[in-house]
């Protein structure tokens, strides 16, 4: 820090608390919203505080979304694994134990995660029904993994990329195989990059909709879908709707929470140089 | 002799991913390709070849000129919002303010929640209800005095579509704001020192030393989100579900193909989608890789 840049500029505050208005108003009123009674939800007061904390906004919901969030988890959890597994044995191959052409086939891997997927959707589609798994959560179990494949070995691509040579070299050296040198020293150097692929997959199949909504049947619809639809339905008041997407969002926000310094990493991924 | 086998054994462990993706990627577009010069209507594949018909089609369509013409309104606003914004912030929490580190995870948690969940927030956010029952924002600006900024917001008649742009805005700038961030960070302050040395003013530093020395990082964000923006779908969705005002190609897409079974038509809307984002990625990827090379 130079001196002049920490001259006392207390005015930069008033955008910066206007800003963070912006982004919290949002939040502010689906936590309002819940902890409403169901007597006080009015959309004509919507913006004043509950009198006191209640639950049946976030109960109601609850017990609508309960099922597709379990849904989500037994989507989410195996796609977030396989995905990491996979990112991390191609990136070792591709930056540390490299065939001839794998710098070609790179950039082909890497458009993959680019592609609009509607591109893609009616053969999934089609396929997902000849191997039986459309309408289940398996089929987007592994949707989720294939097409993650390019982001999660970018990521350790890059990562891998930064192990030096020479350790990896003297290993060889030392008569290690590919399976051993990877196993005893990349592995063991993998820990931050197998949390960054997994908050970032995660948070990917978590927050997908466009998958689910085409892939899977109602009853296995993750967390989104449901939603979504009970958003779009008459019958259902929006203030159980905003108690909904809080539900839905929570695992997610805490991710964010707790591990942010991975989740920005993963981002970043994302835009390839950055 | 030892070498050679190596390599293979790397390509065996890469093989099954490179399979998948050549497949699930590059042969679903070709097969994709194939569905959208086909007569496909209906539950059944039809692949009767109607060679460009369902892509001629297309363009005579007044639903996708809508399409087209919401997808370049919402792409504008939406872009060139959140640069801006973005650019804003980074700047603001580049001046070494106390508390930095607090309101900068503030403005970036959108980023960890769904489309579908900002969606169905801003959507009674923006609840477009006039007269007594005013809500939402309107209901704000009208308690503060402000009835001039009352809005019928993504209802309003022709412009609803840029409205739809405030929601992905608060969803993304963060996202800007962080590659500005650190872009800001790379820039040493013996520059900026050196040239107050000069005697140049704040304003002149940032327009002519550090503007220019971001636009790299501005190309790359329009990339990115301009590749987002084509793409918009869930958000759209959740805010007012399937309206044909509020159309743009990834809904006419899922619309036509899975409620309608227009299979030939859906893939054609498909395979442009991806051609508009193959003009942005293409260029950059291959700017990318060209890069790294050197390094």
Do not use: C
């Amino acid at each position: 820090m130079t001196l002049p840049r920490v001259r006392r500029r207390h005015w930069l505050y008033i955008p910066l608390v206007l800003m963070a208005l912006f982004y919290v108003i949002p939040v502010y009123i689906m936590l309002i919203t819940g902890f409403k009674s169901f007597a006080e939800v009015d959309l004509q007061t919507m913006w004043r505080l509950p009198q006191g904390i209640h639950f049946d906004n976030f109960r109601a919901a609850f017990s609508q979304l309960a099922p597709h969030l379990w849904n989500s988890v037994r989507l989410v959890v195996p796609a977030a694994i396989l995905s990491s597994i996979l990112g991390s044995l191609n990136g070792f191959v591709l930056a540390r134990w490299k065939f001839p052409g794998a710098d070609v086939i790179f950039p082909f891997l890497l458009f993959g995660m680019f592609i609009p997927y509607q591109s893609i959707l009616i053969p999934l589609v089609q396929f997902m029904r000849s191997i039986n798994l459309y309408g289940g959560v398996w089929g987007l179990v592994l949707t989720h993994v294939i097409y993650g494949i390019p982001i999660t070995t970018l990521t350790f691509r890059n990562y891998y990329a930064s192990v030096p040579k020479e350790l990896i070299e003297s290993a060889r050296i030392d008569g290690a195989t590919m399976m051993q040198t990877y196993r005893r020293i990349l592995l063991p150097l993998s820990l931050p990059s197998f949390v960054v692929v997994l908050i970032w997959q995660f948070t990917a199949a978590w927050n997908d909709f466009l998958f689910a909504v085409v892939l899977s049947s109602p009853e296995n619809w993750p967390i989104t879908v449901a939603l979504n639809n009970m958003a779009g339905s008459q019958i259902i008041a929006w203030n159980v709707q905003m108690a909904g997407a809080f539900i839905a969002a929570i695992p997610t926000l805490l991710v964010y929470i707790f591990l942010g310094r991975y989740f920005l990493r993963g981002l970043m991924a994302g835009a390839l140089k950055g | 002799m030892r070498y050679k086998t190596e390599q293979l054994q790397g390509f065996a462990l890469v093989a099954p991913s490179i399979l998948a993706v050549l497949i699930f990627v590059y042969g679903f577009i070709g097969w994709s390709m194939r569905v959208s010069l086909s007569q496909w209507k209906g539950l059944l594949p039809d692949y009767t070849w109607v060679g460009l018909q369902n892509y001629l089609n297309l363009f005579k369509d007044p639903r996708f000129h809508i399409d087209i013409r919401n997808t370049v309104i919402f792409t504008l606003l939406f872009v060139g919002g959140s640069l801006v914004l973005g650019l804003l912030l980074a700047i603001l929490l580049d001046q070494g303010l106390r508390g930095e580190g607090f309101f900068r995870s503030l403005y970036m948690f959108p980023l960890a929640i769904s489309f579908i969940v900002t969606g169905v927030v801003w959507r009674w956010l923006m609840n477009p209800a006039q007269g007594a029952r005013l809500s939402g924002l309107n209901l704000i600006f009208d308690s503060l005095g402000l009835d001039f900024l009352i809005s019928k917001w993504h209802t309003t008649p022709q412009w609803g579509i840029a409205f739809i742009a405030i929601p992905a805005i608060w969803q993304m700038s963060g996202y800007t704001m962080a590659l500005y961030l650190g872009g800001l960070r790379a820039i040493p302050d013996s520059l900026r020192e050196a040239a107050r040395v000069d005697g140049a003013s704040e304003l002149q530093i940032y327009r002519r030393i550090i503007f220019p020395l971001l636009s790299p990082i501005t190309l790359s964000a329009m990339i990115i989100l301009g590749h987002i923006s084509l793409k918009v779908f869930d958000l759209i969705i959740a805010v007012a579900g399937k309206q044909l005002p509020l159309d743009v190609p990834a809904i006419y897409m899922w619309t036509t193909t899975f409620d309608g079974n227009f299979y030939g038509r859906g893939a054609a809307i498909g395979i442009l989608l991806l051609l508009s984002v193959a003009v942005l990625v293409v260029p950059y990827l291959r700017y990318n890789i060209k890069q790294e090379a050197e390094l």
